[in-house]
């Protein structure tokens, strides 16, 4: 059983930045897929960005490219999120992820969950 728990949400305002980070329990940790998803109000959860184990390839949502990155640090089994120039539509509850595997494309299966932290972004 993985534990996920993310921190550094908060409120920040349009075109300012915020790094995530979410602590896994795992010692397995450098073999999982580490990913984000956020959720908007009264939207679906969506995916934004996920990193293969390992030195594996990055990948994220076409809306994130160039604003966001995702890294890991294995020995802390520790995952980021970097967001800059972040817009208020951006505005939702951002879950950290895990998935066993490896994946090749911009999208994941998360067989783990955090409990989510809130992101919010003024206008």
Do not use: H
């Amino acid at each position: 059983q993985v534990q996920l728990v993310e921190s550094g949400g908060g409120l920040v305002q349009a075109g300012g930045s915020l790094r995530l980070s979410c602590a896994a329990s795992d010692r397995t940790f450098s073999r999982y897929v580490m990913g984000w998803f956020r959720q908007a109000p009264g939207k679906e959860r969506e995916f934004v960005a996920a990193k293969n184990w390992g030195g594996g390839s990055a990948y994220y949502a076409d809306s994130v490219k160039g604003r966001f990155t995702i890294s890991r640090d294995n020995a802390k089994n520790t995952v980021y999120l970097q967001m800059n120039s972040l817009k208020p539509e951006e505005t939702a509850v951002y879950y950290c992820a895990a998935e066993s595997g490896f994946i090749t494309r911009a999208t994941m299966t998360p067989g783990y969950w955090g409990q989510g932290t809130q992101v919010t972004v003024s206008s």
